[in-house]
């Protein structure tokens, strides 16, 4: 799917707009790091290009959409039920829930999980 210069191009608007009120904030205890989640539908998956990235779109509340681009690195835990699987088996469609850290590169995935 050709679309790094587009979901290169979200993260860099999602970062300058902060979409912080919007989610709930949890404290990572080892970097003192705010891990944010968001619940919603896949909208892209790029595996081609490095980065990769994954798109979700959320409604948040009162119905606003959020729409969360991030980074998904080597080290993002990534599952399906309890199985761990890759990014390119996720789904345009499929509903996850993904918990990310905003820093001044944007967005970086930190998990996501399939439902």
Known sequence: ???????????AVL?????????AP????????????VRGEVVAVNVADSPQVIVVK???AK???LIVGAVVEAGTVITRG?????LD?????EQVDIAYLKNEDGL???SIHAR
């Open 1 to 11: 799917m050709k679309t790094k210069g587009w979901c290169v191009t979200l993260v």
């Open 15 to 23: 970062a300058m707009v902060g979409i912080g009120g919007m989610t």
């Open 26 to 37: 949890v404290v990572g205890a080892a970097t003192d790091s705010t891990v944010r989640t």
């Open 58 to 60: 959320a409604v948040a």
């Open 63 to 65: 119905k606003q959409e």
């Open 82 to 86: 309890k199985q761990k699987v890759a």
């Open 89 to 93: 088996n996720l789904q345009v469609g």
């Open 108 to 110: 970086i995935a930190r």
